[in-house]
């Protein structure tokens, strides 16, 4: 294979945004099993993939009188707005006996209400913060930003400044204004999350401006409507060009950190990741992995699962040597390596939704950063090359 066309492989895979990948929801009456689990304190790694929402259920006294839905939630939910609950109305979020009910709907005794709503982290404590944004597109409604690798998403435990909604809100409050007047807690303005990547997993994340965007974007993650492409670099030489890995995932009990897949699949929650190969270097591949569901580190989990680390991914055992030769200039190469790239070989390549107010596709795309570029164009230049499996 020549040296050109070696480095398009990545490009001419990762620039191919199909329609086929916009994955339906199977059972639109069904409400998926999404919980808060990735905002567990018990996390420092407090940003991930899964979307989060929070489940509500509520069953009518005997005695109640006949009151229109938006009003009865309201009553019972007072932190919340009507216009917040009627939006979540519209959006399809709301069941009465299991079905999506209209806005003019009134509740009658002992229905069974079930609402889903996208979580919200309380945002009065996050402070505007000057910290460079690379916005891929903004309107009225959205930011798309490419995420760098050691940037955190939000507030959380162990990182209460320094974020990136702190630098959202900064965006939003002051612009490009060089010198900025402050202003009070009350007029800064801030971003809705909709989905969260890992603090070191860079790439391409949408914000919402507004309620109405959040929920309507929300509800996409939330039936898996939206696209998403990763790449990563992965310890060995995969077998197959590409598979799909199909795997509960849940709480590692020796170690609340980490996740791990289900032995008999009785526990955790239904993940599948859908893999192909770009690239092989024998101890080494490149791979993209195409998100069906978005469980906590679901791609690091399901690698592993595979026999696949990441590359450099201390928390899942990809910091050490898993695949290779004996001889100490090899393990002195991968050292190097390991000091190109001292984190998840990771990226959220490209994010493909319908926008929450014109309703048109969209899709972005986000390069491959400068770290995992350097890694992969090593691996291709190391002697050792000619060994590889192609």
């Known amino acids: 294979m020549g040296s050109a066309k070696k480095k398009n492989t990545l490009k001419k895979y990762a620039d191919e945004v199909t329609a ?39 069953v009518v006294d005997k005695g109640q009188s006949l009151l229109r839905i938006d009003k009865y939630i309201t009553s019972k939910m007072t932190e919340t707005s009507r216009s917040r609950v009627q939006m979540a109305i519209e959006a399809g979020y709301v069941r009465v006996g299991g079905n999506i009910i209209k806005s003019n709907y009134r509740v009658k005794p ?56 702190n630098a959202i809100a900064y965006h939003l409050t002051y612009g490009n204004d060089p010198f900025p007047k402050e202003v009070p807690d009350n007029e800064v303005k801030h971003g809705i999350l909709v989905h969260r ?13 507004n309620e109405e965007a959040q929920l309507k974007l929300a509800k996409q993650f939330f039936y898996h409507t939206t696209s998403r492409r990763y790449v990563a670099i992965v310890w ?31 526990k955790g929650k239904h993940a599948v990741t859908h893999y192909k190969v770009l690239e092989r270097f024998g101890y080494v591949t490149v791979v993209e992995c195409v998100l069906e569901t978005g469980r906590t580190h679901q791609i690091r989990v399901h690698m592993k699962y595979l026999g696949h680390p990441l590359f450099s991914d201390e928390r899942y ?15 002195q190469f991968i050292e190097n390596c390991f000091a190109i790239l001292p984190r998840q070989g990771l990226h959220a390549k490209t994010l493909g939704f319908d926008h929450p107010t014109t309703g ?31």
């Open 317 to 331: 055992g990809g910091n050490k040597i898993l695949a290779g030769t004996i001889f100490t200039k090899y393990k």
């Open 236 to 266: 060995g030489n995969v077998e197959k060009d590409e598979g799909t890995i199909d795997a509960n995932i849940c709480r590692d009990e020796s170690d609340r950190m980490k996740f791990t897949v289900s032995k008999d699949g009785s």
């Open 110 to 165: 002992l229905d069974e209400i079930s609402l889903v709503f996208p979580y919200e982290k309380r945002i009065r404590d996050i402070g505007p913060e000057n910290i460079p944004l690379d916005i891929v597109y903004e309107d009225d409604d959205v930011i798309l930003v490419n995420k760098p690798a050691g940037l955190v998403v939000h507030p959380g435990h162990g990182h209460f400044n320094g974020t990136l909604l």
């Open 20 to 58: 086929s990948e916009r994955i339906a929801a199977t059972d639109a009456m069904a409400l998926p099993d999404i919980s808060l689990e990735g905002d567990s304190d018990e996390s420092t790694d407090d940003n991930n993939v899964e979307e989060l929402f929070e489940h509500y259920k509520f």
């Open 197 to 209: 990547i890992d603090k070191d997993t860079s790439g391409i994340l949408v914000i919402a401006k």
């Open 360 to 390: 048109k596709r969209m899709s972005f795309d986000s390069p491959i950063p400068d770290d995992m570029t350097a890694l992969i164009d090593k691996m291709r230049n190391y002697k050792g090359e000619k060994n590889a499996v192609r």
